[in-house]
């Protein structure tokens, strides 16, 4: 079924906002943001605004992800560190928007878990997957892949891997999409249609460090160092001293995050690399 503007008053006078994330890998816990872009947009009309920022990730982006969205560390150095941006992007979003993004759990813990890192207050929009959207309303494709609908809808040919534009190219799927969705008049009927995510989903797993790790939680607590040794990737076990600052888990694997007096960086560390640890 087909809408028309006087059938869908009540989405046509909501604001969303498509947005995509950039980071320095996969895993929101050990890694970092490094651009942010929306598209805001209201269905039918041709306006829009635009959100674009490069992040000062404090920390190294590895070669191997530079190679995915062309994102240097030159280009990120001189930019904003990701308190600011956050509240700015917060600000640009509004409290009432929808927001919209493909795979949206991967976006929503990063930008969860950043702000819980700097502070700041979780969102509270309702968040829309686009992913979601076209499984429902457009089903039996190939591929539900960005890059796949992009070129199944003839929106281009290769995508770039940059924030804005990824978001942008979500905002037009989005469009398309829309298409297909049923006759939504009120609000009831617009939120009993689709499944709806939020920032607080963003997967924290938080459980209490073994035992033999009491000694790391209490350096958290009392701001105190670490002289650990520790063994990287395919690297000797080497020693430096650390500041653990915050613990997470994923399933039976702990981390730490810290800075290291080495690196002059705050660095995560798998707690099972860690070989020995004194406090000092």
């Known amino acids: 079924m087909r809408w028309k503007k006087t059938d869908c008053e009540y989405i046509q006078s909501l604001d969303f906002v498509a947005f995509d994330t950039e980071t320095t890998g996969i895993w929101a816990v050990t890694n970092r943001i490094v651009e942010i872009g929306a598209v805001k947009f209201r269905l039918g009309q041709r306006r829009t605004d635009r ?11 590895p070669a191997e992800v530079i190679d995915i969205h062309g994102i240097t560390n030159g280009m ?41 890192r700097v502070g700041l207050p979780l969102m509270k929009n309702h968040i ?32 770039n891997h940059r924030a804005a534009d990824d978001a942008a190219l979500v905002w037009k799927l989005f469009e398309i999409v829309s298409q297909n969705f049923p006759i939504l008049t009120r609000q009831g009927e617009f939120k009993r249609a689709f499944t709806f995510y939020h920032m607080s ?11 033999r790790f009491r000694d790391i939680a209490r350096a958290i607590e009392e ?14 076990p080497g020693a430096r001293t650390i500041w653990p600052r915050r613990v997470h888990n994923l399933r039976t694997v702990f981390y730490v995050t810290a800075f290291c ?6 660095l995560t560390f798998r707690l099972d690399r860690i070989k020995s640890f ?3």
């Not at 959100?51 to 982006?61: A, D, G, K, S």
């Not at 457009?138 to 995508?159: N, V």
């Not at 701001?223 to 000797?236: D, W």
């Not at 007096?261 to 705050?266: C, G, I, L, N």
């Open 51 to 61: 959100f674009q920022e490069l992040i000062n990730p404090e920390r190294e982006i």
């Open 76 to 116: 990120v150095q001189s930019s904003r560190t990701i308190e600011p941006v956050l509240k700015d992007f917060v600000d640009f979003c509004g409290p009432d928007s929808v927001l919209i993004a493909h795979n949206a759990l991967f976006d929503i813990s990063f930008v969860g878990c950043e702000s819980d």
């Open 128 to 159: 829309l997957d686009s992913v979601d959207l076209f499984r429902k309303y457009r089903p039996g494709l190939d591929s539900y892949a960005l890059e796949s609908l992009m070129r199944k809808f003839r929106l281009g040919t290769d995508q």
């Open 201 to 211: 989903q963003w997967q924290r797993d938080e459980r209490p460090l073994p035992d």
């Open 223 to 236: 701001e105190r160092s670490l002289e650990i040794v520790y063994a990287s990737n395919g690297q000797p």
């Open 261 to 266: 007096e080495k690196a002059k960086t705050e």
């Open 278 to 280: 004194r406090l000092v």
